[in-house]
Structure formats: C-alpha cells, structure tokens
C-alpha cells in the first residue's frame, strides 16, 4: 500500500468513526465539537500552510481526503464562508500578524466568520455601497447597513467592506474590514426565509471603530479584496456542492420514480435523462477545475461557469422533483430525504454569490471576450452619482 492509500484509509477509518450518522445541520455545539475534532486529527487546511495552522500537505493527500470522504456528509455547513472565502482571503491579501491571528481558530471551528458584503441598496452592483468607514484618530469608525449576510449570528468576525473615500469613482473608494460582530455596535437580525429557517440576516453597524490594522488588502483597494472573496466564493460553491449530497439529485428522483411506477413514462425517463447528463456535466467541470486549482491554476472566472451550472442544475433538479412527486414534493417532514426544503431553497442558488444574469455578464466578458456592458458610471466620482444607492441620497 502507498502512503497515499494509506492516508486515504486512515481518513476513511477516521470518518467512519466521527462523522457517520451525524446531521447534515446539527447544533453548533456539536459541529464546533467536529470540527475541533477535525482538526486535531489534521483533516482541517490540508493544503493550507503550517505557519498558520494548516497540515502543510500537497493536493494529493487534499484529493485522498476528498475521495475518502465520499458519501459522508460532513457537518460542517457554519464554517463554509470561513474556510471556502474569508481563510483564503486572509491567506492571500492579508498580514502577516492577521494570518497569524485568525487562521488557526478558523480551522479548528473556534470562530466563525462571515461575508459582509450586500446591501439593502448595493446587491448586484456591490460597488455602490453606502457603509462608511471614516478614520478618526487612531481608528476607522464603520457605520452602515449589511442584508443577506449567511450564518452572521453564529458568526465571531466578517469581513466587511465599507466607502472610505466617496470622492472617487465607486470601484476606487472601497475597503475592506474585518469587524467583530460582538462589538456593542453591531446588531444582527435573523431572516427567515421561505424554506422556514432563517439562513441569512440583515445586520446594522453603529459606529464600530476598527483599528488600522483590521484593514484587509490596501485603504481604497477594497473592490480588488472583494473580486478575491467573490472569486472563492463561486469556486467553493460549485465545488462544495460537487462533494454534497443533492436531494434532489438524478439517483434520488429516479429511485422515486421506480416507487411509484413512472419509469416508463416517456415524457418521466426524458426529464430525468436530461437531469443525469446536466449532473454529469457539472461533475465534470467541477473534477476540472479542482484537479486546476489542486495543480496552482486559477480558476478565475471560470469560477461563475461552475456557479452558474450548480443554479441551473439545482432549479431544473426542483422542476423534475415537482413532476415526479406531485404533492409529496411539498411534504415536509421525513418525507422524501429532505426534498421540501431543498425545492424551496433551490431559488436562492440563482442569487447567493451572484446571480445567473451576473453570472452569464462575467462569463461572456471575461471568458468568451464579448464586449463589456456599457456602464455609465465607472469614471465618476462615487458622491456625484445620480444612480442606483446614490439617487436616494440625491432625493433627500
Ligand atoms: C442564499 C443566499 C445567501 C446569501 N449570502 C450572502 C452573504 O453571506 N453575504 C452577502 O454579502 N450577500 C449574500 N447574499 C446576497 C447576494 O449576494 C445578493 O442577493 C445578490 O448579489 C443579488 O443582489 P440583490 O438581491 O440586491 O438583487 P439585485 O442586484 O437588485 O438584482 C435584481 C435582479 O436584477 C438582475 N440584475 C441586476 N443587475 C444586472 C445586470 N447588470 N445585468 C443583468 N441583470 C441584472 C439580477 O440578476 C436579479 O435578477 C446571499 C443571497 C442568497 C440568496
């Protein structure tokens, strides 16, 4: 047996023991008690350097991991943003003393982060946003209004980003934070939406003073730490659901077909055909990009091709789910795996980290070449614009 195989078995063995028979969304008690777990029997930052806590080990032991960890569904979903966005973010652009401050406790699940990003007036076009940061003396003093924001009432820290310069066009004057969401400052409030749980929050920041050294990238260059989170984020999302069960999936559909004698239905066996080669092809795509990503290529944009077909599949897998299940589809409860509050999560996959028509912008410029999108408002200074966040402003 290689060392290879060995690693891969081990972590099968581990698994086996840890996490089988866990709930996909247990307590936080409990995936804080996992993860910790996790990371002591050094499956947490596989790949992510040892000065900062990570295993310091290659994409080869990273996939081991991956392929031993078929089938099981970690509970791991409140620590997601932290190690998919926030971790790497921090690996890339931040400091030195913040790399050493916040990895470690991310992987070990001892905090929590989250992306602080949307705004009630600032979704799509993030870069119009209206939270100010301003420097006071020996501190930035953030002030503003977050919406969408996952897990932020679990979470310990975000990363924020905020306008500290209003007098220059609205991609120049941005910069990113990161804050303490148990500042006295900081309320969060839960969202529920319609699956019945609230999976996202709006969050008010009353002037919370950040010191200089939370400054995440360069003051002003907050749209470039931005692009490095989005960027994370679509490739995590797509990968992440590459490894996840999906209840809706072509396995699970067509065993539910079987049960109730539809699989000789032409119109039936069309859909479902239809949903296992759109699988496929994510599968493929994902397998791709990550054995890339695994080899030091980035993905860059090709990341919102993967988003884009997870939305996709997942609305169509929810449409063939409807036609096959009928009523049932909308039984909570045991029913069938999970399915009711999967279909009515489906939708938000075509909005959480971008959605599709942004998607589909940022694919045809930046990986067919299409010309880009007229856009009015790139070279004017941020306080002087008569559109979008700006145009309430204007009208008071
Ligand atoms: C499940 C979920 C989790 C989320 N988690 C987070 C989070 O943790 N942190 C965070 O910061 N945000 C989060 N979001 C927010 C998400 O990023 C935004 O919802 C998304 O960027 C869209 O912004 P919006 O809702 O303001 O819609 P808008 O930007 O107002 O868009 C409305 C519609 O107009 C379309 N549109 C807008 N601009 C264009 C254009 N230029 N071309 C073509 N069509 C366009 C959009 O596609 C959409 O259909 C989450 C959202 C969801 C659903």
Excluded at 169 to 188: A, E, Q
Excluded at 275 to 295: C, G, H, I, T, W
Excluded at 315 to 322: E, I, M, P, S
């Amino acid at each position: 047996m290689t060392d290879l195989e060995e690693y891969r078995r081990r972590a099968r063995a581990w698994l086996d023991e840890h996490a089988r028979g866990l709930p996909r969304e247990p307590d936080l008690a409990t995936a804080k008690t996992f993860m910790a777990k996790l990371y002591d029997a050094g499956y947490s930052g596989i790949t992510w350097p040892v000065e900062y806590g990570g295993q310091g080990l290659s994409a080869a032991e990273e996939r081991a991991f991956q392929e031993a960890a078929r089938g099981v569904t970690l509970p791991i979903g409140v620590f997601g943003i932290g190690l998919g966005m926030c971790g790497p973010t921090l690996l890339s652009i931040g400091t030195e003393e913040q790399k050493r401050r916040y990895i470690r406790p991310l992987l070990r699940g001892e905090e929590i982060w989250c992306q602080m990003f949307s705004e009630p007036g600032a979704g799509s076009d993030v870069a119009s946003l209206q939270t100010r940061a301003v420097l006071d003396g020996d501190a930035w003093v953030v002030s503003g209004q977050k919406v969408w924001t996952s897990v932020a009432r679990q979470a310990d820290f975000g990363l924020v980003i905020a306008r500290t310069d209003p007098d220059v066009p609205k991609h120049s004057g941005i910069t990113m934070f990161v804050i303490d969401l148990h500042d006295p400052g900081v309320t969060v409030r839960p969202l529920r939406d319609m699956t019945g749980e609230a999976h996202f929050n709006e969050i008010f920041i009353d002037d919370v003073r950040i010191a200089p050294d939370q400054v995440v990238g360069e003051v002003n260059g907050g749209w470039s730490a931005a692009v490095t989170t989005l960027l994370h984020e679509r490739v995590s999302i797509g990968m992440g659901a590459a490894r996840t069960e999906r209840p809706a999936s072509y396995a699970n559909l067509a065993a539910a077909a079987r049960k109730r004698g539809l699989l000789d239905d032409a119109a039936v066996r069309d859909q479902l055909v239809d949903l296992y080669l759109r699988e496929r092809a994510f599968d493929l795509f994902n397998a791709r990009l990550s054995q890339e990503v695994k080899a030091g290529i980035q993905p860059g944009a090709r990341g919102s091709v993967a988003k884009l077909l997870l939305a996709e599949l997942t609305l169509y897998g929810a449409d063939v789910a409807g036609e096959i299940l009928g009523p049932d589809a909308v039984a909570y409860g045991d029913g069938e795996g999970g399915i009711a509050s999967a279909l009515s999560f489906a939708p938000g996959m075509a909005l959480g980290g971008g959605t599709n028509e942004i998607m589909r912008n940022i694919i045809g410029d930046r990986v067919l070449g299409l010309p880009r999108e007229p856009q009015v408002d790139r070279t004017v200074p941020f306080r002087e614009l008569k559109v979008g966040t700006q145009a309430k402003e204007a009208g008071k």
